[in-house]
């Protein structure tokens, strides 16, 4: 094994752009990166998801492919909600906050990406760093969803930290939400 499969075999994340590639292995040659990479998905080393996208195996995280698509982006929406237990629908689908808005299917993953305005898209205010992807806390996967949807039915909110989202709400620029986010306190808070 080389250093290329050392570098990237031995890195937490899995998944990769070319860009991320050729920063990890210092290789500053577009044509010389893009021989290697071909090389490597041709002998089976790296799998190729997609143009530009790359894993070292078959077992990759679905959230780091989400995000590394389109970027900037975090996993928000009924992804995380779904996980805190405010929604009880199951997704089969990742939700991204991102800059477009786009439904993506290939092999066994869909990927639902929602467009934020780049105010919010960028601060960082209740977003948490896994290690190889970012995701909104569930304050702020609830506020994401109050933005795009206004009156969405949200089946447990009694895990949710109003005083975190009132200090959140201002991100968004909205006093149409500051209105929402204080009928859904009125209705659910206890």
């Known amino acids: 094994m080389d250093n290329f499969l050392t570098i990237i075999y031995g890195s937490k994340q899995t998944v990769f752009t070319s860009r991320e590639i050729a920063i990890l292995i210092k290789e500053e040659n577009a044509n010389k990166l893009k021989s290697k990479l071909a090389y490597y998905v041709k ?15 078959s077992a990759y995280d679905k959230n780091e492919l989400a995000v590394r698509i389109f970027t900037p982006s975090y996993i928000s929406f009924e992804t995380v ?12 689908a990742v939700f991204v906050a991102s800059y477009l808005s786009r439904n993506l299917k290939f092999k066994d993953n869909k ?35 109050l933005y795009l949807f206004g009156d969405y039915y949200f089946d447990n909110l009694r895990s949710i930290d109003w005083n975190i989202c009132f200090d959140m709400v201002d991100i968004y620029g909205s006093k149409t939400m500051k209105k929402r986010l204080k009928n859904y306190y009125k209705k659910y808070a206890k």
Not at 50 to 57: A, D, E
Request: zero cysteines.
């Open 43 to 57: 002998t089976g080393k790296l799998i190729r998801l997609r143009r530009g996208v790359f894993s070292k195996n």
């Open 111 to 145: 990927l639902i990406f929602r467009k934020l305005k780049n105010e919010i898209l960028f601060n960082q205010k209740g977003i948490i760093n896994r290690g190889t992807y970012f995701q909104a806390s569930k304050e702020r996967a609830f506020l994401d969803m």
């Open 81 to 92: 909600l779904a996980k805190e237990g405010v929604i009880f629908q199951y997704y089969e």
